[in-house]
C-alpha cells in the first residue's frame, strides 16, 4: 500500500505581513509589505505614522492578538508542523540598528511557545515578502552590499534567541520571485534593469548563504533550506525550438536552486550574463560564502503554464505576474491560476533528481472566494477536491523514490492574498469574518475542509482517494 513517512510533516503554511495586522504596534517599523498595501503588484503608498489612514494589511486576520485561538484550531486539526515567518520590522524597524527591539522579539517567542503546547514545530521563514522600508528608502535595497551584513545580524539576533525553540528555518521567500516583482523580491524599483536586478540577487544569495552558515554554528541540531517558486513550465508543442525555450524558462528560476544547492553559477546563467551585457560584482570572498549551501530544499507549488518559441504567441498569451502561457488541457481558478495535480509530482520528481536533497513543499492550495450557507457553514468541497489530487500526488512522488519531508498547505486560515491585497481570495480551513475594508468581525469558522484535513493527518494521508 503506498504511504506516507511515518514522521511526515503536515501542516499549514502563513506569513507574518499577511496574517498577523497589528502593522505599528510594539515598535514594529514600516516594512515593503506596509508600502503596497494593495499587494505586491500594487502600487507604492507612501506612509506616516501619524496618519489614520488604516488599510486591510494593518488589521489582517489580527493573528498578532488572537493566535492563542488560531494555533488551538491548528492543533485540533492535528498539525504537526507551521510555517510562518518573522516579520523583520518588529525586530529591526528600520534594519540598520544595532539593537534588536525587544517587544517584536518577545511576540515570537510567546507564538513559539504557544506552539510548543501542542507539540507543532514551527518551520520559520526569515524573510516572508518583506523588509524594513528604511532599507529602501535610505539604501536603495538589495543593492546595496551593506544589506548582507545587516540581514546576517538579524538572522544572527533570531538564530541565537530562538535556538532552543525552532530547529527548521528557511532564509528568503520564493527567492525567484524577485526577477518579477523586484521591490518585493529585492527593494528595487520596477524600472530597475536586469543587471542592477541581478546584483541585488546576488547579494541576497550571499546573505542567505551566510545565514545557512551561521545557523550551523548557532543551532547545530537545526537544519536550513532555501523556498523556491516552483514555476514548472511545459512546452506549448514538440517543436524543438519550444522544448529548448522551455528548457530555458525553467533554468531561469533553477538556477537559485542550483546557487543555494550546488554552491555556484551555473555554466548556463553566466553565459546569459555574458551575452546579455550583465556584469556582476561577485568577490572571492562571495563565492567562499555561497559554498554553505542548504539542507533541504523548498518550494510552492499551485500551478504550472506552457512556453513557446514563438514570440507572437508568447506576446498575445502572457496574462499573469510570471508570464505562462495558458495550457490547453488544464482547467483554471477563478483567479486563472491553472490547475495540474500531476504537475506537482513531476516538480517533485525534478527537484529531486536534480538535487538529491530533501524536498519540503512548504505552499500549496486553491484561493477561492467563499459563500457561506444560510447556516452560515462553508461547503468547500472545491478547496478539498484540489488539495487531495495534488496529495495523491504527493504520494505518488513518494512511490517514486522521492524524500519529501512535510506538505504545510498555503493559507491554513483565510489570510489577505500577497498578489492583491484581498480578502476575498481564501485559502483556509477556517473562515475568518473579514472583509475588504478590513471591518468584519474576525470571528473563526471551521469549514467542511478542516474536517477534511483532519482525517487526512489522523489517517497519515491514508484517507485519501478514500
Ligand atoms: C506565494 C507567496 O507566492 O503565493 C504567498 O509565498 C502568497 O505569500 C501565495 O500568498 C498565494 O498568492 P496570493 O496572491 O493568492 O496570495
Known amino acids: 500500500m503506498k504511504q506516507f513517512p511515518t514522521h511526515f510533516l503536515w501542516g499549514g503554511a502563513i506569513a507574518a505581513n499577511q496574517v498577523e495586522g497589528a502593522y505599528l504596534t510594539d515598535g514594529k517599523g514600516f516594512s515593503t509589505s506596509d508600502v503596497l498595501p494593495q499587494g505586491i503588484t500594487g502600487p507604492v503608498v507612501e506612509r506616516d505614522p501619524a496618519d489614520e489612514t488604516r488599510y486591510l494589511k494593518d488589521i489582517a486576520i489580527?493573528?498578532?492578538?488572537?493566535?492563542?485561538?488560531?494555533?488551538?484550531?491548528?492543533?485540533?486539526?492535528?498539525?504537526?508542523?507551521?510555517?510562518?515567518?518573522i516579520a523583520w520590522s518588529r525586530v529591526f524597524p528600520h534594519g540598520d540598528e544595532k539593537q534588536p527591539n525587544e517587544?517584536?522579539?518577545?511576540?515570537?517567542?510567546?507564538?513559539?511557545?504557544?506552539?510548543?503546547?501542542?507539540?507543532?514545530?514551527?518551520?520559520?521563514?526569515?524573510?516572508?515578502?518583506?523588509?524594513?522600508?528604511?532599507?529602501?528608502k535610505k539604501y536603495g535595497g538589495w543593492g546595496d552590499r551593506r544589506l548582507i551584513a545587516f540581514f546576517e545580524h538579524y538572522a544572527r539576533t533570531v538564530f541565537n534567541r530562538y535556538q532552543s525553540k525552532v530547529k527548521l528555518w528557511l532564509t528568503f521567500n520564493e527567492i525567484n520571485m524577485s526577477l518579477h516583482e523586484p521591490l518585493t523580491g529585492v527593494g528595487l524599483s520596477r524600472n530597475s534593469t536586469q543587471s542592477e536586478i541581478y546584483q541585488a540577487i546576488h547579494h541576497q544569495l550571499v546573505a542567505s548563504a551566510r545565514a545557512v552558515k551561521l545557523c550551523r554554528e548557532i543551532i547545530p541540531d537545526a537544519q536550513i533550506g532555501n523556498m523556491l517558486l516552483g514555476g514548472l513550465m511545459y512546452p506549448l508543442t514538440?517543436?524543438?525550438?519550444?522544448?529548448?525555450?522551455?528548457?530555458?524558462?525553467?533554468?531561469?528560476?533553477?538556477?537559485?536552486?542550483?546557487?543555494?544547492?550546488?554552491?555556484?553559477?551555473p555554466g548556463y546563467m553566466l553565459r546569459y550574463f555574458r551575452e546579455n551585457g550583465i556584469e556582476l560584482t561577485i568577490t572571492e570572498q562571495d563565492k567562499h560564502d555561497l559554498k554553505n549551501t542548504v539542507d533541504f530544499i523548498s518550494f510552492s507549488y499551485y500551478m504550472s503554464g506552457c512556453m513557446t518559441a514563438d514570440e507572437a504567441e508568447y506576446q498575445k498569451q502572457q496574462g499573469n505576474i510570471l508570464h505562462m502561457v495558458a495550457n490547453p488541457y488544464l482547467p483554471s481558478s477563478e483567479w486563472g491560476w491553472q490547475i495540474d495535480p500531476l504537475?506537482?509530482?513531476t516538480i517533485l520528481n525534478l527537484l529531486w533528481d536534480r538535487y538529491q536533497k530533501p524536498l519540503f513543499i512548504v505552499e500549496n492550495g486553491l484561493g477561492a472566494k467563499d459563500t457561506p450557507e444560510a447556516d452560515s457553514s462553508i461547503r468547500d468541497d472545491y478547496r478539498i477536491q484540489y488539495l487531495?489530487?495534488?496529495l495523491i500526488q504527493v504520494r505518488e512522488a513518494i512511490e517514486d523514490g522521492v524524500d519529501i519531508m512535510g506538505y504545510t498547505s498555503w493559507?491554513?486560515?483565510?489570510?489577505?492574498?500577497?498578489?492583491?491585497?484581498?480578502?476575498?481570495?481564501?485559502?483556509?480551513?477556517?473562515?475568518?469574518?473579514?472583509?475588504?475594508?478590513?471591518?468584519?468581525?474576525?470571528?473563526r469558522r471551521r469549514k467542511k475542509s478542516f474536517y477534511w484535513y483532519k482525517r487526512v493527518i489522523e489517517t497519515n494521508g491514508s484517507s485519501l482517494g478514500e
Open 62 to 85: 489580527d493573528f498578532y492578538h488572537r493566535y492563542p485561538e488560531d494555533i488551538a484550531l491548528f492543533a485540533e486539526m492535528g498539525f504537526k508542523c507551521l510555517r510562518t515567518s
Open 343 to 345: 504537475g506537482l509530482r
Open 388 to 390: 487531495s489530487d495534488h
Open 238 to 265: 514538440c517543436k524543438p525550438e519550444d522544448v529548448l525555450a522551455t528548457l530555458q524558462k525553467n533554468q531561469k528560476w533553477l538556477f537559485f536552486g542550483d546557487v543555494q544547492s550546488r554552491g555556484n553559477y
Open 103 to 136: 517587544a517584536g522579539l518577545a511576540f515570537y517567542d510567546q507564538l513559539f511557545d504557544e506552539m510548543a503546547k501542542y507539540g507543532i514545530q514551527p518551520l520559520i521563514t526569515l524573510s516572508h515578502y518583506e523588509m524594513p522600508w528604511t532599507l529602501v
Open 411 to 443: 493559507g491554513p486560515i483565510d489570510l489577505v492574498s500577497a498578489s492583491k491585497g484581498e480578502i476575498s481570495k481564501r485559502y483556509g480551513y477556517i473562515y475568518v469574518d473579514q472583509n475588504e475594508q478590513g471591518t468584519g468581525s474576525l470571528e
